[in-house]
């Protein structure tokens, strides 16, 4: 039923609403915003609810969880190491000389939120203890200049996960920038047996190109050319291209195909799908007893003979000197040795040279310490009938001068010549030579963070040495096999240090090989990844062969990770590779001193 003095109380009630916007508009300091004006205001944050997971986000040690959230389904928690703080960070568009407000509400304890590239003021708040969701909110004005600012939340370095939820930055919006357009004009150029040559158009707005082989991510570039390295002979790749900014990524570009060529490489040599490596102590005894190569199982596919060594450091003079049957009572005699190669070879075997281990230092320095180093090897491999040979240099063989700063094209006569001498040996033994090399992390995954002297000098000149000697064998190489162990920490691809002890170390520094990373940190120098089927794993056979023994569950976990992307545990990985080719171990003598554990869970996980 209508109220009969309805109209009349409604415009009595406008009357009084116009008197108290006149009376306010009256007083000094207050006013009244438009609806215009209260229009440009808005949320810029892209999924400040983490709702569409970490999208739109920079979190290298963050995840998205169920619980506990603030509103919605997600929230961010992110966990930080001893040497990180587990920053989450997203870049804004914004308007200059602006006025804004950042918010959101976290929990744990030591929880930031902030701006900086402000302009003006870079400002963060924080809370010490937040058991339960509490809002943390700031303020700032934007410089005269400024269009873009990065907004942040981060813990404190080792205290423990923290989470944020519903984070905002409510003020006008700046110009809204759209990713670019799809490239067009992708070709391929120069094909090997291991590489494809691409370049495409450039496109209008766009700060960098991501290439794609097979649907997969291989690498980023700042340009409109790339070579990807690390295929598989006569095998079929498709490429594609897409241009990227701060706004996002295009659409993918036309595929183009190309065929890698024929020919000889790492993974032209008969080894088995998945294969066992084992270091046999040939040159002398330790704890673990003097192993007979004729009795070492059939489950060793790859057997190094530790070790060949060096007359001096410089002399490039390598000499194979069996342990004598005053230090090893049980020795077999050259003739019985040199028969148990050929039964392994016979039982599809390879059995190669080391050369070098923690007390034979190499250093090729000069041109005559290399061919030196050609003849001497060659005259081992020769005189026993062996099917290649493994790089295993530690220590200060291997270091880069002052200015080397590029691993593609080196300039250290120590690099310069070791490659050289591998690239004669590899020549002269064809393709069935079999090439391995077992450097330590130092020597490579610290290339992500250093390489060499660093460009301004300082810095530990062997830090990624190995690159380069890597990088140019690589379609020789049939097997690079790391050895994750007696290594200090390392930072991972999600720029978080792992160490030793579990299957994470094993996982993160495989993934490393396996999906490339810049060295030193920059994005136009980026050692490529590569092939699944050359990269095994090294790992102590037991607590008595080195630091860094992880139990069969965790070697495992390792293998399931990697070669599934099960059970992985806390580290992102960056692919999964079913064709990775399997464990290398120091070694054969003491996993038999603990009872062959390493060698029966190999058996176990790939039959």
Request: proline share 5%.
């Amino acid at each position: 039923m209508d109220r009969p003095n309805g109209t009349r109380s409604t415009t009595r009630t406008r009357t009084v609403l116009a008197a108290l916007t006149a009376a306010l508009l009256a007083v000094p300091g207050i006013t009244v915003l438009s609806s215009a004006a209260r229009a440009a205001d808005a949320d810029l944050t892209r999924n400040g609810g983490f709702e569409s997971g970490l999208d739109g986000w920079t979190c290298p040690a963050g995840t998205t969880v169920g619980s506990p959230v603030h509103a919605g389904t997600a929230a961010l928690q992110a966990t930080p190491a001893g040497s990180d703080n587990a920053q989450c960070a997203q870049t804004v568009s914004v308007q200059p000389d602006a006025q804004y407000t950042l918010s959101g509400y976290v929990r744990g304890s030591y929880v930031y939120l902030g701006a900086s590239g402000t302009g003006t003021t870079d400002v963060s708040t924080w809370t010490q203890s937040a058991p339960d969701w509490q809002k943390l909110s700031t303020t700032f004005r934007t410089g005269p200049g400024t269009t873009k600012v990065t907004i942040y939340t981060h813990g404190w370095y080792g205290t423990g996960a923290y989470y944020a939820d519903d984070v905002s930055l409510t003020g006008p919006g700046g110009a809204t920038q759209q990713p670019p357009a799809a490239p067009t004009g992708l070709r391929t150029g120069t094909v090997t047996s291991a590489s494809v040559a691409l370049s495409w158009s450039a496109v209008t707005g766009a700060t960098s190109y991501a290439v794609y082989r097979d649907g997969a991510k291989v690498q980023t570039v700042s340009g409109t050319s790339a070579t990807v390295t690390g295929l598989t002979a006569a095998t079929a790749y498709g490429f594609q291209v897409t241009a990227v900014n701060d706004a996002g990524e295009s659409a993918k570009s036309a595929t183009v195909t190309a065929t890698t060529a024929t020919g000889g490489g790492g993974g032209s040599t008969d080894l088995p799908a998945h294969a066992l490596v084992g270091y046999l102590h040939s040159t002398f005894a330790n704890g673990s007893g003097y192993t007979r190569l004729a009795d070492v199982p059939d489950s060793w596919d790859v057997i190094d003979l530790a070790f060949g060594e060096p007359t001096s450091a410089t002399s490039g003079d390598i000499r194979f000197n069996r342990c004598p049957a005053t230090e090893c009572p049980n020795v077999e005699s050259d003739a019985d040795f040199k028969a148990a190669v050929k039964a392994k070879q016979a039982a599809g075997k390879k059995v190669l040279i080391s050369i070098g281990g923690a007390n034979g230092q190499v250093q090729l320095t000069t041109t005559a310490a290399r061919d030196t180093f050609v003849s001497s090897v060659s005259k081992i491999i020769d005189d026993y009938g062996l099917d290649g040979l493994d790089i295993d240099f530690e220590g200060h063989s291997l270091s880069l001068n002052t200015g080397d700063t590029d691993f593609k094209n080196p300039t250290t006569p120590v690099i310069v010549n070791l490659i050289s001498a591998l690239k004669t040996l590899k020549a002269k033994y064809g393709d069935k030579f079999v090439l391995t090399m077992a450097p330590e992390t130092f020597f490579v995954q610290m290339g992500y963070q250093y390489y060499g002297t660093g460009q301004w000098g300082g810095q530990d000149p062997r830090c990624g040495a190995y690159l380069p000697v890597i990088y140019a064998l690589r379609d020789a190489l049939t097997l690079l096999h790391v050895q994750d162990y007696n290594s200090g920490p390392i930072m991972g691809l999600d720029n978080q240090y792992h160490s030793m002890g579990g299957a994470d170390f094993h996982i993160a520094m495989t993934d490393m090989l396996l999906t490339g990373f810049p060295v030193a940190g920059n994005a136009n120098s980026v050692f490529p990844p590569l092939r699944p089927d050359q990269v095994a794993i090294g790992m102590p056979a037991s607590v008595n062969a080195g630091n860094g023994y992880v139990a069969p569950s965790e070697v495992t976990k390792t293998l399931d990770c990697l070669t599934k992307k099960t059970n992985c545990g806390s580290y992102p990985t960056h692919g999964t590779w079913p064709a990775l080719r399997g464990l290398m171990t120091w070694s054969i003598n003491w996993d038999r001193f603990s009872d062959w554990e390493f060698q029966k869970n190999f058996d176990a996980y790939f039959g």
